[in-house]
């Protein structure tokens, strides 16, 4: 199988410790985070916001079925950058994706982090919410994300510091104070503390533990919002390859190692169907150095690349979580990815797995640190 940087992935091995399989360097060695990510998203959404450039893409889309179109005007569109109306020409994905709803490509600072998120794509794409919906027309709803950009502010002023996991009072000395309205804020503000905790685990050996002044950062694969994410969407043999690489994977590889935690997380299970993209999971490293631990203890190994964990509640009753952990490597770089699921569910672990995550995160570091010793020797 060959990963989206075009090189063959290693087979796993099950006896021995896998040499990580480096990746070819795609755009990665003279990728600009500045120019090709921050510069970019700013020009992506003042086109969108202002035209004149780009493809005019027809914004009809309807809502669930047996709804009427929310889009109320048959001539709505939206102005879309050259390179991103490759997500709207794959047929997969069009009548998922919104055009008229504002692009949310990352949330937080991808040079100064505290750990990487990683997600398909925002979601909400069938409402007319004020911050993001641009079928109001101008000018645009005082106080609210559109209205912020349309006067003369670029993206990265908005997303830079991750305000919508700002509390309410945080917020409440904001001159962004209208995104207490915002309606994915409740939905990020719920998953603080379990990331705290991650970021913990992973500075176990350092000093300064967590500064919580310095916010995560959240990567979107699709910047465009939608109300569901096919499951069958595919980029093997997609015009999106370049466009993922450049503006997805580098920035995402970017800001792990700019992240404290060197860490990116992701919650789904959906987001084991991106093997397409990413490498061979080291999936097979992790779980020999794990059989040296109490399997029965931290969980049972399943032969999806997944490592299932189960934890008691009260009542009798348990509750599983699975996990799988990614690895690209790049330039001698190790850039962990912990993807967790539970059927039927999007939220993030509870504390019930913190013993789990603690130990997965300590063999995590362990491994990339004895294939740092090998590599160097």
């Not at 991106?274 to 190994?301: A, D, H, M, P, R």
Request: positive net charge; charged residues 25%; proline residues 5%.
């Amino acid at each position: 199988m060959e990963s989206i940087f075009g090189n063959k992935m290693a087979e796993p091995n099950n006896e021995e410790m896998v040499e990580p399989n480096e990746q070819s360097n795609c755009c990665y060695s003279s990728f600009d985070l500045k120019k090709d990510f921050i510069n970019y998203w700013n020009d992506v959404v003042n086109i969108w916001l202002k035209g004149g450039k780009g493809k005019c893409i027809n914004a009809m889309r309807p809502l669930t079925k047996g709804k009427e179109f929310y889009y109320k005007d048959n001539d709505l569109r939206a102005f879309i950058e050259d390179e991103q109306c490759y997500w709207f020409d794959e047929k997969i994905l069009n009548p998922h994706l919104c055009p008229i709803h504002l692009p949310e490509p990352y949330w937080g600072n991808p040079e100064d982090c505290s750990i990487v998120i990683v997600n398909y794509n925002p979601g909400g794409g069938t409402d007319m919410s004020p911050h993001t919906y641009k079928g109001h027309g101008h000018p645009y709803l005082p106080n609210t994300m559109i209205d912020f950009l349309d006067n003369g502010r670029k993206y990265f002023d908005l997303a830079l510091d991750f305000p919508i996991m700002k509390s309410i009072s945080d917020l409440d000395s904001d001159s962004r104070f209208w995104l207490r309205s915002y309606g994915g804020r409740k939905w990020w503000l719920s998953k603080k503390e379990w990331l705290n905790h991650l970021v913990e685990a992973s500075l176990c050996n350092k000093a300064n533990g967590v500064n919580e002044n310095i916010p995560p950062f959240a990567i979107e694969l699709c910047a465009w919002h939608s109300k569901n994410w096919p499951s069958n969407a595919s980029f093997s043999k997609s015009k999106l390859q370049e466009t993922i690489c450049k503006r997805f994977i580098c920035p995402l590889l970017k800001a792990i190692e700019n992240s404290k935690s060197k860490l990116a997380v992701c919650i789904g299970e959906k987001f084991g169907g991106l093997n397409e993209i990413f490498t061979e999971s080291i999936f097979e490293n992790i779980t020999k150095l794990f059989k040296s631990l109490s399997v029965s203890q931290y969980g049972t190994v399943f032969k999806d690349n997944s490592i299932s964990v189960e934890r008691e509640v009260k009542g009798g009753k348990k509750r599983t979580r699975n996990y799988r952990v990614f690895n690209i490597r790049c330039d001698g770089k190790d850039h962990i990815i912990i993807n967790t699921y539970a059927q039927g569910s999007n939220k993030h672990p509870s504390a019930l797995f913190k013993d789990f995550e603690n130990a997965l995160i300590k063999e995590i570091k362990k491994l990339c640190l004895r294939e740092y010793k090998v590599n160097k020797e």
